[in-house]
């Protein structure tokens, strides 16, 4: 089935260690974005790319890095320098085109310990 | 400010109309959505109008649009429980490839 997908779907990481998410689609998609959602709150955008190697910084890139080196791929890096890392991450793609809509993948809920 | 603004919750009676409001400050935006996000999940697209129109309906879903007032309202007919979760509104700008949400409204649908 075509689809995004995040994992995993839960992850622990203690303080002062990068982890990084995994963000996989087969929509053949151009544009892949990193949103973050913390309790009770709207996405912030943390990077988006709209063609293999290529990426932008979105509005809270600090403390964060993406790669884009295959086009099914978009794996976000949280690293020790994100100062409050502990949310709700969500990756989406999107086809070329006016209006099209981004397809979400299911979220990865990161817990730094 | 946010670019962006819902209010945060909206509470309903099962078979009555939810409406739930939206504002935003680019009158560039090109395309506004409707996502709903049940807990733990992903957001999962609504609907969605283009700027040039004011009325999209879909079903038991009708979104408004007040180009001039920048304001876009999401009104579902019939509510049902399963309806209950977080809606959140999103535009496009015409520059760059960008959406930006709003903070969400919590639905709360009551029997």
């Known amino acids: 089935d075509g689809g995004i997908t995040q994992s995993p779907k839960y992850l622990f990481r203690k303080e002062g260690q990068n982890v990084t998410l995994s963000c996989e689609q087969n929509?053949?998609?151009?544009?892949m974005y990193w949103y973050r959602q913390d309790p009770g709150q709207g996405l912030r955008l943390i990077y988006y790319s709209q063609i293999v190697n290529d990426f932008q910084k979105g509005d809270i890139a600090e403390g964060y890095s993406v790669s884009r080196e295959k086009k099914e791929s978009f794996p976000l890096t949280v690293t020790s320098a994100q100062k409050n890392p502990t949310a709700f991450y969500l990756c989406?793609?999107?086809?070329?085109?006016?209006?099209?809509?981004?397809?979400f993948g299911q979220g990865t809920r990161l817990t730094v310990v | 400010g946010e670019d962006v603004e819902q209010s945060l919750f909206l509470s309903v009676r099962e078979g009555d109309s939810s409406v739930i409001n939206c504002t935003y400050t680019?009158?560039?935006?090109?395309?506004l959505y409707w996502y709903k996000q049940e807990p733990g999940a992903g957001l999962q697209l609504l609907t969605y109008i283009f700027s040039n129109m004011d009325m999209k309906q879909d079903q038991r879903l009708t979104v408004l649009l007040n180009k001039k007032d920048k304001h876009l309202s999401l009104r579902i007919a019939d509510t049902q429980t399963g309806d209950s979760a977080i809606y959140f509104c999103a535009e496009r700008k015409a520059a760059g490839n960008k959406l930006t949400f709003g903070g969400g409204t919590r639905v709360l649908v009551k029997p």
């Open positions: 929509l053949n998609h151009d544009a």
């Open positions: 989406a793609s999107r086809p070329p085109g006016a209006g099209t809509e981004a397809f």
């Open positions: 680019d009158s560039s935006s090109t395309y």
